[in-house]
């Protein structure tokens, strides 16, 4: 069991240009800018981005912009292995190790907030996994189904609630787990060790767009999926042999997709549920984006000169 805890500063220390914001708001778009007018590399803090084959329905960066710009923890593990925020922070400290040693200029281009955090501020491994504990959830999980346990964890722990998605059952038993382990919720865990202090020099920046806009741009982009073929993705996966149960197969876009070809849902209400939950998914981001005060914001794509000058003098 992991849980964030913010670590000692440490001066010295690679410098990271991290971008943020709700999804469809142009972050891939940003930090590729940034990288081709500096010279810069991009590092991956997107938590489905990192999964081979899924490319149309996370909007992985195109080949031709990959080799445009060096890019980092993007197709580094295939979608039946199990992947966490752990392991990505073991990775991403690794990787950036490697690229501060040859001086490169970093830019962080973030999709999981939770990725950046524990990125940043480390976590604690002192909670272990308790099986009776998890036994006893995924028993009640098969017989009432998973709002039940995500109640169950709002009940305790609205705040923890609020940031983890209700189809995210490893975020929900890890959070309910934490609590009846500790008696302490995850959130007052989490307020304790203050993620103030960090190992790096960090600059985030925050991109932000007028509500109905964004809504717009997340339809487009759900249109520009389908018309990319992420139905004959999804099929592919499949006859691959990655099941549909597997977590980046439950994503948003993934799950509606694979309830489309397996005939619960029709193609059309399977594009209006992933335009519904991407942008239901896009206010929760935001509202965990506003509660990190180190942020700032910037209007895109009208700040992209003011967000490029930011990056060249902190990253030169």
Known sequence: MEVLISKNSVRDEPKLFVILGP?????????????TRIGGEIVNADSLQVYRYLD?????????ER??????????????KDFNAGLYRKTAVE?????????????????TYLYVRVLLYGIIEGISADMEIRGRL?????????????????????????????????????????????????SELQEKHGFKE??????????????EILRKRIDER????????LVDEVKKLREMGFAKDLKPMQSIGYKHINQY???????????????????????RQMTWLRKDKDIHWYHFPEGLEKIVNEAEIFLN
């Open 23 to 35: 999804t469809a708001v142009g972050k891939s778009k940003v930090g590729i800018e940034i990288a």
């Open 56 to 64: 149309i329905g996370t909007a992985k960066p195109r080949k031709e």
């Open 67 to 80: 080799e445009q710009v060096p890019h980092h923890l993007i197709d580094i593990i295939d979608p039946n």
């Open 95 to 111: 990787v950036i190790r490697d690229l501060h040693k040859r001086s490169a200029k970093m830019i962080l281009v973030g999709g």
């Open 138 to 186: 995924r028993r009640l999980k098969s017989t009432f189904g998973i709002s039940y346990i995500y109640e169950k964890l709002k009940s305790f722990d609205s705040e923890s609630a609020s940031r983890i998605h209700p189809n995210d059952y490893v975020r929900i038993e890890r959070a309910l787990e934490a609590y009846y382990l500790t008696g302490s919720r995850m």
């Open 198 to 211: 960090n190992e790096y020099e960090v600059l985030k920046i925050g991109l932000l767009e007028e509500r």
């Open 222 to 229: 759900v249109d520009r999926m389908i018309e990319e073929g």
């Open 261 to 283: 070809l397996d005939g619960e849902i029709t193609l059309d209400k399977a594009i209006e549920l992933i335009k519904r939950d991407t942008k239901r998914f896009a206010k």
